[in-house]
């Protein structure tokens, strides 16, 4: 089965540093990637996501993330964190066409706190 | 263009009563999903549809229905709502294709259950 793992329930940095947070997933076949940020009661906005090519991607709000296959991992990271990076971050995959429709797997989120 | 959007944006409902959720899209995209959102679970699918006219369930669809007469829209419906049903749920769209490949989600809809 199909599965992603977000390890960290919580990543702290404070303001400036670099942050990352971590995913690693489980698919059969080549793994379509996918980075989303909450805040605080609102929904989903995609950030960035990995289908093919080059293995670090480049995304919105200067988020960047690394695609490696053999440690099946693909850590969403930016360089300098910013307080208002502060919010959710949901790791997914997409399922198989064949199973519900291509749905994404999601992994169960990390709330990330930048300090000051 | 507004995407994908969400009524209502919140629901307080007593057990037993029934209520209707509508996502709307104006991205022409084929496939919808209703997925809901849990503390410490990350979002499951519900329902989906890949196309006007089709539904299927997905993960967790048990007390709910959904229905997609027209492209733009899909309802998910509460018939008899339970505590259980406290949740947020999201509608998403999906664009199908290669490097083009991407969900999005409307705003969301936080849901009580008394």
């Known amino acids: 089965a199909q599965s992603v793992a977000q390890p960290e329930d919580q990543v702290n940095v404070a303001e400036g540093n670099p942050l990352t947070v971590k995913c690693t997933y489980s698919?059969?076949?080549?793994?379509?990637l996918f980075w989303y940020v909450q805040y605080p009661n609102r929904g989903l906005q995609f950030l960035l996501k990995?289908?093919?090519?080059?293995?670090l991607v480049k995304g919105s709000y200067g988020f960047e993330a690394e695609f490696n296959k053999s440690q099946t991992s693909f850590h969403l990271k930016k360089p300098s964190a910013l307080v208002s990076d502060s919010a959710l971050y949901f790791c997914?995959?997409?399922?198989?066409?064949?199973?519900?429709?291509?749905?994404?797997?999601f992994g169960q989120g990390t709330e990330l706190s930048v300090k000051p | 263009n507004a995407g994908v959007t969400q009524t209502p944006k919140f629901r307080v409902l007593k057990t037993g009563q029934s209520m209707t959720l509508l996502c709307a899209q104006d991205?022409?995209?084929?496939?919808m999903y209703w997925y809901r959102q849990d503390p410490g679970m990350g979002l499951r699918l519900i329902h989906y549809?890949?196309?006007?006219?089709?539904?299927a369930k997905g993960e967790v669809p048990d007390g709910y229905n959904v229905s997609r007469l027209k492209k733009q829209n899909f309802l998910l419906g509460l018939e008899s709502a339970a505590p259980s049903q406290t949740s947020v749920y999201f509608c998403?769209?999906?664009?199908?294709?290669?490097?083009?490949?991407?969900?999005?989600f409307g705003p969301g809809t936080r849901l009580l259950v008394l």
């Open positions: 998403a769209t999906r664009r199908v294709g290669g490097r083009g490949e991407t969900q999005y």
């Open positions: 990995y289908i093919t090519g080059d293995n």
């Open positions: 698919v059969s076949g080549n793994p379509y």
């Open positions: 549809s890949v196309g006007e006219g089709t539904t």
């Open positions: 997914a995959v997409r399922d198989s066409l064949y199973n519900q429709g291509g749905k994404l797997i």
């Open positions: 991205m022409n995209h084929e496939y």
